[in-house]
């Protein structure tokens, strides 16, 4: 049988999800765990790859097993010999065909930013207290729907075959000593969130102007684009499927 796990995991101690030989990830430390209480091997795959540091407070991954699985009494066991910056919430069955990554139509990153020292957010936000023009930034943010080429702000050296993502939200808030950043695609290349911030931070300083954002998206060229800002103040927070109806609400 073929099941979905949802969980969620603080990054922070992780290289990322997808399994490293030399480093530790949360897909290595979850496909023990289970392999352990199932007594097979078993082998998660991911809905996506976050780097390292980067968080998520929803993530799917699916696996197949020979047993007919008890969710209630997996999902407690499971909860008990991860560690403590990993938890499982849900273990669903799902039709043979079923793929985490490649059925999922949509995917949502937050971006934190912490405005005043946070001491015990540090992990996950990043401190700046430099003043930031929201607006500008904003108005900024919806030109990105207006585009579908996005390798100005995708990792030097990726292996996709396409740089193309259809972006259906990208806005700023701001919540007491936080600003937060939402954006929504089909899918996300590698380091593109981090530099489409960066690259909003720059404007948010008056550093370059809604029309420089323009041309560097028009470019494709990384160089062009602004910083990659620190990994601990991202997010996955939500993956939708056509066949699972659950939106996490916890951010």
Known sequence: ??????????????????YQPNAISVQETLNKVFSTLLQ??????????????????????????EKVI????????ANSFL??????YDIIPVHEEAHA???????????FISTKKDIFGNET????????????????AQLLLGFTDFQCFS?????????????????????????????????????????IVGTLVNIGLHKITKEDFIKIIESKDRKKAGFSVPAQGLFLTNIAYPYIHKKNESI
């Open 40 to 65: 097979e091997e078993i082998d998660i795959v991911g809905a996506g790859r976050t780097d390292s540091g980067v968080h998520a407070s929803q993530m799917y991954g699916h696996f197949d097993s």
């Open 125 to 140: 936000s990043w401190f700046n207290q430099l003043p930031l023009d929201l607006e500008l930034m904003n108005e900024s």
């Open 1 to 18: 049988m073929k099941y979905f796990i949802e969980f969620a995991y603080n990054g922070t101690h992780y290289h990322g999800w997808q």
């Open 83 to 88: 560690p403590k910056d990993i938890a499982v």
């Open 155 to 195: 990792k030097s050296n990726t292996d996709v075959f396409t740089y193309n993502c259809k972006i259906t939200e990208a806005y700023w808030r701001k919540e007491n000593n936080k600003l937060i950043f939402t954006i929504t695609a089909d899918r996300f290349l590698r380091n593109m969130v981090r530099a």
């Open 101 to 111: 990554r490649f059925d999922a139509t949509s995917r949502t990153y937050h971006y």
């Open 70 to 77: 008890d969710k209630e009494k997996l999902i407690y066991k």
